[in-house]
T-cell receptor, first 111, second 114 residues
Framework: SQKIEQNSEALNIQEGKTATLTCNYT??????LQWYRQDPGRGPVFLLL?????KEKRKERLKVTFDTTLKQSLFHITASQPADSATYLC??????????FGAGTRLFVKA | NAGVMQNPRHLVRRRGQEARLRCSPM?????VYWYRQLPEEGLKFMVY????????ESGMPKERFSAEFPKEGPSILRIQQVVRGDSAAYFC????????????FGPGTRLTVT
């Protein structure tokens, strides 16, 4: 069956460290993979999109990698800040009409 | 630039009533998606629409649920004869291009069925 999995356990890190979040998928061949941030009671906010032929994408303190062999994407936040505390959602699109979202990983950055 | 707008933000309905959720996409966006989110769960795709057309409604229950995106006005998600299990947050997203591109989400409508 098709699955998209993110760590269900919250990730707790110290301010200034790098946070690394994982997204694994099975039985999909995504054309695109996206990362979103969601704060409590709010809609998701788009962060980064990476295509299947791209290995890595960066934007300011954010970096996404996409390994189609391992069927995995890693999302990194460098020099993390308490304001980065949120739930981060991984989403993939196979080129069809749907975008499939993972359940998200909650990140807590302690000052 | 106004973002995606949804209203109402909170909606309370008794079992058996109808719920109408509205979504105004960002200016210039002609692609609209509706999602449902339960607490501690991910977003579940419901339906994808372009102006006046339903493109993919495979995530929407066959009964009681319908969606439209008319030529003028907002997109509407309609739930008839609501049941307690319909209680959830419903998010609308819009995109300037087709599927697989970044989506811009509204703040959501929290539906509570009593």
């Amino acid at each position: 069956s098709q699955k998209i999995e993110q760590n269900s356990e919250a990730l707790n890190i110290q301010e200034g460290k790098t946070a690394t979040l994982t997204c694994n998928y099975t039985n999909y061949s995504p054309a695109y993979l996206q990362w979103y941030r969601q704060d409590p009671g709010r809609g998701p906010v788009f962060l980064l999109l990476i295509r299947e032929n791209e290995k890595e994408k960066r934007k300011e303190r954010l970096k996404v990698t996409f390994d189609t062999t391992l069927k995995q994407s890693l999302f990194h936040i460098t020099a993390s800040q308490p304001a980065d505390s949120a739930t981060y959602l991984c989403a993939l699109s196979t080129g069809g009409f749907k975008t499939i979202f993972g359940a998200g990983t909650r990140l807590f950055v302690k000052a | 630039n106004a973002g995606v707008m949804q209203n109402p933000r909170h909606l309370v309905r008794r079992r058996g009533q109808e719920a109408r959720l509205r979504c105004s996409p960002m200016k210039g966006h002609s692609h609209v998606y509706w999602y449902r989110q339960l607490p501690e769960e991910g977003l579940k795709f419901m339906v994808y629409l372009q102006k006046e057309n339903i493109i993919d409604e495979s995530g929407m229950p066959k009964e009681r649920f319908s969606a439209e995106f008319p030529k003028e006005g907002p997109s509407i998600l309609r739930i008839q004869q609501v049941v307690r299990g319909d209680s959830a947050a419903y998010f609308c997203a819009s995109s300037p291009d087709g599927p697989g591109r970044e989506q811009y989400f509204g703040p959501g409508t929290r539906l509570t069925v009593t």
